[in-house]
């Protein structure tokens, strides 16, 4: 199979062509800032077009059979399971995703497409009874009609097809905005794989812009009807003030400082493996890493020393090379502010226990104790950065995992696995795993935050209610007795 060509162009009204904004951007390898792709940012105009070809070509696509977009969305699936390996090398180079996450998102691109694929055949309506004699009430199921998507950059395709899929599943038109970071990756490559799958063109544009460059101008368009981000819960707040004034959906899948709460009948060795996993999968770069370990005091030490001993073990640098598991930063300001964070945390009282280093953009893990007041514990790393904290008791790492405004994964080790859900159940948060760790993402359950970690859901059932809109029709079978009927009249 040829691979992909021409990965530095803007994707609108079904046309490959760059974007007519001021500047031109030069994709990276965070590993060793080679440059991958030279591409001519989008304009406001650019966004205007893209938006009014998704509107322009809406009707037409709902208007294919469901079977026949059904078909197209498997269509899609196949050509990603047909490219794996070329995707797999520009998650690798492009966002500095080792062997094993690039390879996990790929997985989690195909559950959720073929899950999507299912949603044209689930577009059921429903007859529902009247308290009018006479009338039938009937509830349609319909696409919103054309859905903005921004992606991040850190499990670019996955986050953004997350939302793309289902969107264009149900019937919408779709416009996606990837981090210019990812642009490849988290939107230029979807574009040629719907493409190359017979979606209609015109329905899914894809416009890589700079920020300072279109401002608000993405969300405050009046054509979409939905906006789908996930990033940072500053920027989603701003959002979604944007959105309540434009009285438009939003979606919104935002940052977490999320808990691994050891209880103190927890098996220690089976809490450091999910420790491991959870905190430096992708180099802590996941919404759903953990963030703070919350360890029973009756197991804290002889917990601090495998999981140091073992994170000593893991294997950093190139992500290129398959056995390394810690890549690089996506760039040099993620490391700036992580290192800023942790000596302020020192400041703080927390101690290291285990001293990284920072080669490059590739940083080694840091592992600190301290409490949940110390700067590591209470701000989101988004780096290869744990911080211990010892609870007195299982019911004051339970108050400790809540004790931030962030909710939205997390995880419960315990001996008892009932015992584990009763104490999951407290802790308000979107999702919480128990015996294992935070980094779960299936296509049939619902994912999501509470708190400042987000709006809406997605996955299944969900995705397919976040993406369309209900339409009561009613139809009044026999004349309707009323007051104004002339037989009430003089």
């Not at 460059?213 to 996930?230: N, Q, W």
């Not at 999910?274 to 370990?293: D, E, P, T, V, Y």
Request: aromatic content about 8%; hydrophobic content about 40%.
């Amino acid at each position: 199979m040829t691979p992909y060509e021409g990965l530095n162009k803007n994707y609108i009204s079904g046309k490959w062509r760059d974007g007519k904004g001021e500047t031109t951007y030069k994709v990276k390898n965070p590993y060793n800032d080679e440059v991958l792709q030279e591409i001519k940012t989008a304009s406001k105009e650019d966004v205007d077009e893209a938006y009014q070809s998704a509107e322009q070509t809406k009707n037409e696509w709902l208007n294919y059979n469901p079977f026949e977009r059904s078909s197209i969305m498997e269509k899609a699936v196949q050509i990603v399971e047909a490219r794996r390996e070329e995707f797999v090398g520009h998650l690798i180079r492009e966002g500095g995703s080792s062997h094993l996450k690039a390879n996990v998102e790929i997985d989690f691109v195909i559950a959720i497409m073929r899950e999507a694929a299912s949603f044209p055949l689930r577009m059921n309506g429903e007859i529902v009874p009247s308290l009018v004699p006479g009338k039938e009430n009937r509830i349609y199921r319909k696409p919103l009609g054309v859905v903005g998507v921004i992606g991040p950059f850190n499990f670019p395709m996955y986050l953004a097809m997350r939302s793309v899929a289902p969107a264009l599943a149900v019937g919408n038109g779709v416009v996606l905005k990837p981090d210019e970071q990812t642009a490849v990756t988290g939107g230029i490559l979807l574009a040629k794989v719907f493409e190359e799958a017979g979606l209609p063109k015109g329905i899914f544009n894809v416009v890589v812009p700079k920020l300072e460059e279109i401002g608000d101008a993405f969300v405050e368009h009046p054509i979409p009807r939905l906006i789908s981000f996930t990033g940072s819960t500053p920027a989603g707040r701003h959002i979604g003030e944007i959105c309540g004034r434009n009285i438009k959906k939003v979606a919104l899948e935002l940052g977490g400082n999320n808990p691994l709460v050891v209880l103190g009948d927890a098996q220690v060795e089976g809490a450091v493996n999910s420790a491991l996993f959870g905190k430096f999968m992708h180099n802590g770069q996941i919404c759903m890493a953990i963030n703070r370990i919350i360890v029973h005091q009756d197991l804290y030490e002889e917990f601090i020393e495998r999981f140091v001993e073992k994170t000593k073990k893991i294997k950093v640098g190139d992500p290129s090379e398959k056995d390394n598991l810690i890549g690089p930063l996506i760039n040099r300001k993620a490391i700036d502010r992580i290192l800023e964070q942790i000596e302020m945390a020192k400041k703080q009282g927390a101690k290291v226990v285990l001293e990284g280093k920072v080669e490059g953009n590739v940083m080694h893990p840091y592992i600190l104790t301290g409490t949940n007041e110390v700067a590591t514990a209470k701000n989101e790393m988004f780096g290869p950065v744990a911080t211990i904290i010892s609870a007195e008791s299982d019911e004051e790492a339970i108050r400790i995992a809540n004790d931030t405004p962030f909710g939205l994964s997390g995880a419960i080790h315990s001996g008892s696995p009932e015992r584990g859900v009763e104490a999951a159940k407290q802790i308000t948060s979107g999702m919480v795993h128990v015996n294992d760790q935070s980094v779960n993402d299936e296509p049939l359950i619902a994912f999501g935050g509470e708190k400042d970690s987000g709006l809406g859901r997605f996955g299944g059932e969900w995705s397919l209610e976040e993406f369309t809109t209900v339409q009561w029709v009613s139809v009044q079978t026999e004349e309707r007795e009323s007051p104004f009927h002339t037989n009430y009249l003089e």
